[in-house]
């Protein structure tokens, strides 16, 4: 059974970002992004990537910080061009 983690100190705060570093998504032993790049594997990745750019991009209209949503957009690019770099060399 996982037990849920408790949200850390604020001086520990610094270190997440709601873009790259999500406090949410590094709770664990594994970062999230990692652990589901492991599961996928590098081609399913590639298009989980690129599924999230179509959907930070579509949606940034409709939220309060669109900006921040294409920066999550920016980031799943790069995600993408990294993998895409591993396997394409």
């Known amino acids: 059974m996982i037990k849920p983690s408790r949200i850390p100190d604020e001086n520990l705060m610094p270190q997440y970002n709601s873009v790259s570093k999500p406090f949410h998504y590094n709770t664990g032993d594994i970062e999230c992004i990692d652990y ?27 939220k309060q910080k669109p900006v921040e949503d294409m920066e999550k957009a920016a980031w799943y690019m790069e995600k993408m061009m990294q993998t895409m770099k591993e396997v394409h060399k």
């Open 36 to 62: 589901i790049k492991q599961v996928l594997g590098n081609e399913g990745f590639i298009a989980y990537c690129q599924g999230n750019m179509v959907k930070y991009q579509h949606r940034h209209r409709y």
